[in-house]
């Protein structure tokens, strides 16, 4: 081999070995088996008396973070005979924003309170920078913990001009001190130019904002917003929390935020906590949530599903789209052959594509389409398949951007195996 050939070897050789690369490092971030980078690691929630398990099979615990700004230890709250939270564990690392989310009497909004002093504590503890706050030998009162509060209405007080609410929680301070420190407040959430407005001037997104910069100005140590933009419609909810985001990520406030809008907490989160009846079903950071679910309750709470049952034989089961390995799956270690399982697959899971792109030789799963409509940034696809046991069964695909194929037209489909979740069938969602 001559000098210009070994040359031309060398050089045309790189780029393949700076792929193998890029797949190896790849892999070792985003392998199914892999723990995800930081910030998913931080300040963990233990669920007590929970295995580490989710839809890919058993997980190692995360370290703990040794700076905490918040902890919430074995928590329990009752109603008379109502148990609202039960043997609950939440610890917020400083800077991080966690989101308590669930459905209405879940228990999300008690915990937050009892965080803030607004209720009792009646077994656990509550430590706030690693100074007890509450426990079996009593309270410190809620104004004396170091904790900012956002309330769902805002409180805003109406005969006040929104420099002197801001002022309100700085009564301690000298007065030119209260005037700098509330202003500076304002300044970072974008109302400087509103400090002698009065909140019956302001629209709903721009009294949120006077909220969480009242919330702000005593420079607390935990900030805590409980539904903050429930009230806010649905454009105007969007652009807030969005820089409700920045404010939060600027100022570096650990921060626990209650909402059941499960779109809400994954754009705001960077854990999230979801609970149900009282217990955290499930905690991790939203991609964790969305990818990995424990059970067939946390899939179907963040989003769509299409809701399939099989049997399990051989250690796979067959759906109308695909056979799926049982193995990996939050089922894999306890459903034995001839169980019943129930089987979760997102929309998006379901890629569509025209019968004549498919391969030659291949035999691909053919669905009917039923319906197809543009939502925006997606279309949602109906289809109807043959069940194999004679019938049809009728699922959703979502495809990106504009994909409006013809009421009864035919597609071939295929399955993205990573987001299709099998449960054993006891469970109940």
């Known amino acids: 081999m001559d000098h210009h050939a070994a040359v031309s070897e060398s050089q045309g050789s790189r780029p393949s070995r700076l792929r193998a690369a890029l797949r190896e490092r790849t892999a070792g971030w985003f392998g199914r088996g892999e723990e995800p980078p930081a910030p998913c690691g931080a300040a963990p929630v233990t669920l007590s008396g929970r295995p580490a398990i989710d839809a890919l099979g058993p997980r190692e615990p995360r370290a703990a973070v040794p700076l905490e700004a918040l902890a919430l230890d074995a928590v329990t709250h009752r109603f008379g005979t109502v148990t609202a939270v039960d043997d609950v564990t939440v610890t917020v690392g400083a800077g991080e924003i966690v989101c308590l989310c669930g459905p209405s009497g879940c228990g999300k909004s008690t915990l937050l309170r009892i965080a803030a002093g607004l209720e009792t504590l009646q077994l656990g503890e509550v430590r706030v920078g690693g100074r007890m706050v509450a426990g079996e030998a009593g309270a410190v009162p809620p104004e004396r913990r170091g904790v900012g509060l956002v309330f769902q209405d805002y409180a805003l007080f109406p005969h006040l001009s929104v420099l002197d609410n801001v002022r309100f929680g700085l009564s301690a301070l000298p007065a030119d001190e209260q005037r700098r420190r509330a202003l500076d407040a304002l300044r970072q959430v974008g109302m400087g130019d509103h400090a002698d407005r009065f909140p019956h001037h302001l629209s709903g997104g721009q009294q949120q904002r006077v909220a969480l910069a009242r919330a702000l100005a005593p420079n607390p140590a935990v900030l805590l917003l409980d539904e903050p933009f429930s009230g806010l419609d649905a454009r105007l909810r969007e ?91 939050a089922c894999g270690c306890c459903v034995a052959d001839g169980a019943s399982v129930e089987v979760l697959i997102r929309p998006e899971a379901l890629k569509l594509a025209p019968l004549t792109d498919g391969v030659p030789g291949a035999l691909p799963t053919i669905a009917r389409v039923a319906a197809a409509r543009l939502l925006g940034r997606s279309s949602l696809v109906h289809l109807n398949l043959p069940d194999g046991r004679g019938g049809t069964v009728h699922l959703h695909a979502r495809m990106p951007g504009q994909f409006l194929p013809a009421e009864g037209s035919h597609l071939s489909v295929e399955l993205d195996r990573t987001q299709a979740f099998v449960f054993p069938a006891s469970v109940t969602k």
Request: aromatic share 6%; with cysteine; hydrophobic share 45%.
């Open 239 to 329: 652009q807030v929390r969005d820089e409700t985001l920045h404010v939060l990520k600027r100022t570096g406030a650990a921060t626990m935020l209650v909402t059941h809008d499960p779109e809400e907490a994954m754009f705001l989160a960077d854990r999230i906590v979801l609970m149900r009846d009282g217990r955290v079903e499930q905690v991790g950071c939203p991609v964790d949530l969305y990818t990995r679910p424990a059970t067939a309750y946390a899939a179907a709470f963040f989003g769509e599903v299409n809701a399939l049952t099989g049997v399990v034989r051989g250690g796979t089961v067959d759906t109308p789209v695909g056979r799926l390995a049982v193995e990996g799956h």
